[in-house]
C-alpha cells in the first residue's frame, strides 16, 4: 500500500466517520494522507448500529452499516491509500513528523501529522473488565438486536439516552425489564416512555456471575456505563487528558497538546456525538493541517 520512503501529510488512525472525513478532505485539499483502521472494513461504530437513523438530515432512514458503505466509497472516489485490518501499535514523534507503528507493516508510516480518530469502547462492569460474561451484554449494537428478549428478565445499568432506548427495545421484544441509574441524564422523551415503577435510582450492587442487581435475579444484565477512549497506541506522545480521560483538543483546530498531532471525533468526546459532528470534525482537522502545511511552505 504504500512505499517505504513515502512521507504522507496526515496518518489517520480509524476509519469511523471523523476519520474518512479528515482523509477525504485531505484528498480533496490536494494532500495525501494515510488511513490506517483495524478492523477488516470501514464504518466504525456505524458497523454495528443496525438502526435506521433518522437524525442525519444528509442520508434520513439509513442505517449504520449503509452509511459505512457510503465512508468506504466516498475514500475509494477520492483515491485514499488505506490499510485494512491493521492495528495501529505505536506512535514516536521524530524530526519531519511522527512515525506510525502499523502490525503486519515491516517499516513504520511516516507522516508529517498524526490524527486519533480511533473512537471509543464500551465500558463494562469493573468485575468483567477485560472478560465476556455469559448474559451480560455492553453497550448498544448489533449484539442488542440478535438477542431473543422474549419472556426474559432483564436488568439495564445506567441512566443515560442509550439505557433508555434499549430498555425500551427490550420491552418492544417481549422482555420484563428493571433499569438501575445511579442518576438519569436522559432525554425526556426517553424518559417518559419508559415505565416509572421499574426505574430504580440510586445505588445498587451488581454480581455478574449471579446476574443479580441488588435482590434480584435477571436471565440478561444489559451495561450502558458510557464510552471510554481508545488510544492506547499514542500513549508515548504523553497527551494531555481531559477531567473523563478524553484527549484535550482545541475546538477551532481539533489540536491536542502535541504539535501536529490532532483528535477527532469521540476520542476527543466532542460535543453532541453523532456521525454529523464527527464528520465536522473531520473537516476541522483536515483545514487546520492544511493551513499548517502552508505555513510551513510545503
Not at 52 to 71: H, I, R, Y
Not at 121 to 137: H, K, N, V, W
Not at 162 to 188: C, K, M
Request: charged share 15%; proline share 5%.
Amino acid at each position: 500500500m504504500h512505499a517505504e520512503n513515502t512521507i504522507y501529510d496526515a496518518a489517520i488512525v480509524g476509519g469511523g466517520p471523523a476519520g474518512v472525513s479528515c482523509a477525504v478532505w485531505l484528498a480533496r485539499l490536494g494532500l495525501v494522507p494515510v488511513l490506517v483502521e483495524r478492523g477488516p472494513a470501514i464504518g466504525g461504530l456505524c458497523l454495528s448500529h443496525s438502526f435506521a437513523d433518522n437524525w442525519n438530515a444528509s442520508l434520513p432512514g439509513f442505517t449504520g452499516p449503509q452509511v459505512a458503505e457510503n465512508l468506504a466509497l466516498s475514500l475509494e472516489q477520492a483515491a485514499v491509500p488505506i490499510l485494512l485490518s491493521s492495528a495501529a501499535e505505536r506512535a514516536v514523534a521524530v524530526a519531519v513528523g511522527y512515525e506510525l507503528y502499523v502490525a503486519g507493516q515491516t517499516a513504520p508510516l511516516l507522516a508529517r501529522h498524526l490524527v486519533l480518530a480511533t473512537g471509543v469502547r464500551a465500558r463494562t462492569l469493573p468485575q468483567c473488565e477485560g472478560i465476556e460474561a455469559e448474559g451480560i451484554l455492553v453497550g448498544p449494537g448489533t449484539h442488542i438486536v440478535s438477542q431473543a428478549f422474549q419472556g426474559k428478565r432483564v436488568a439495564v445499568l445506567g441512566g443515560g439516552d442509550n439505557a433508555f432506548e434499549n430498555a425500551l427495545y427490550a420491552i418492544e421484544h417481549g422482555a420484563e425489564v428493571d433499569l438501575y441509574a445511579r442518576t438519569v441524564r436522559a432525554q425526556h422523551q426517553f424518559v417518559r416512555l419508559f415505565p416509572g415503577s421499574s426505574v430504580n435510582v440510586g445505588p445498587y450492587q451488581v454480581s455478574p456471575a449471579a446476574r443479580r442487581v441488588n435482590d434480584k435475579t435477571y436471565d440478561l444484565i444489559m451495561v450502558f456505563y458510557g464510552w471510554e477512549p481508545c488510544m492506547q497506541f499514542a500513549g508515548a506522545l504523553n497527551l494531555r487528558r481531559s477531567a473523563r480521560g478524553f484527549i484535550a483538543t482545541d475546538m477551532e483546530t481539533a489540536q491536542t497538546s502535541v504539535p501536529g498531532v490532532y483528535a477527532i471525533g469521540e476520542v476527543a468526546q466532542r460535543l453532541h456525538p453523532c456521525v454529523v459532528t464527527a464528520l465536522a470534525d473531520g473537516v476541522t482537522a483536515a483545514k487546520a493541517i492544511q493551513a499548517r502545511t502552508e505555513a510551513a511552505g510545503r
